[in-house]
C-alpha cells in the first residue's frame, strides 16, 4: 500500500486527544503527519517554560494556550489537518459531549487520578470507542521495560505501568516521545483495520 | 478459588474476594489502577463491595501520573 493510500483513508477518521502535554502532543504530531484527518484535542493549561523539554512546543509560544499553539504547530506540518479544540477542564460532565464523535481516543493527561477519571467515564458513557492509554514513562533508559498491552478491544495501554513521575523523577522527552508513539502507532493500527 | 489476572492463574483460599480483599491479599500497593472482572470495568467506588468468583478473568493495569 502506498503512503497516499494511507492518508487517504486516514483522512475520513476523527481522533480525540484528552490532554495537550507531552503525551498529547508528540501524538497529535504523528498523528498529523500519517493523515489521520480530524483531531478533537483538549487541555485548559499555559504553555510553561519548562514543558518545552518534552511537549511539542517552541520557546516563543510560551505563554499561549496548549491547545491553539498546538493547533497552530499541527497546521505548520499538514496544512489540511482540521483540529478541533476543546480550551476546558475535561470532567465526568463533559467528556462524553467533547469526544462522542471520534473513532478512537487518546488518553494524554499527566496526573494518575485524572487518568482513572478518564478511563472510567470513556469506557462507561462512550462504551465501544477504543481508547490508548499512557502510563509509566518517567525517568531515561530501560527502553525494553516500555510495552503495549491489548486489555480487550476497547482498551489498550502503552508504557510501563511503574514509573511515577515525580519533581526528583522527571518525564524526559525521550521515554515521553516513545509512549507518545506507542499511543500514535495503536491508533494507526485501529484505523488502518478500518480499510 | 482460581483466577487468571493479568493472564496469570492465581488461586486463593478463600471461595471469593471483593476486588479490595484480593488487592490486599497480593499486596499491590500502587494507589490508581483500573481493574476488569470478566471484561466489565469496575468503577473505584465499588472495589469494597464487587466480587471475584472462581474462574473469572481479571485485568489490572496500574496507572502512573507523567504525560
Known sequence: MRFSDIENHLNKFKVGIAGAGGLGSNCAVSLARTGVGTLVIADFDKIELSNISRQFYFIDQVGMMKTVALKENLKRIRPEINVVTHQTVLSEKNITSVFRECQVIVEAFDRSDMKQMFIETVQKELAGIPLIVGSGLAGWGNTEALKFRKIDETLYICGDEMSEATDDYPPLAPRVCIVANMQANAVIEILMSKL | ?67
Request: charged share 35%; hydrophobic share 40%.
Open chain 2, 1 to 67: 478459588m482460581k483466577i487468571i489476572l493479568n493472564n496469570r492463574e492465581e488461586e486463593f483460599d478463600k471461595d471469593f474476594l471483593t476486588v479490595s480483599e484480593m488487592l490486599e491479599s497480593k499486596k499491590f500497593s500502587f494507589r490508581m489502577r483500573i481493574i476488569k472482572i470478566n471484561g466489565e470495568l469496575i468503577s473505584k467506588e465499588k472495589y469494597d463491595s464487587a466480587e471475584i468468583k472462581d474462574g473469572d478473568i481479571v485485568q489490572m493495569l496500574y496507572l502512573m501520573s507523567g504525560g
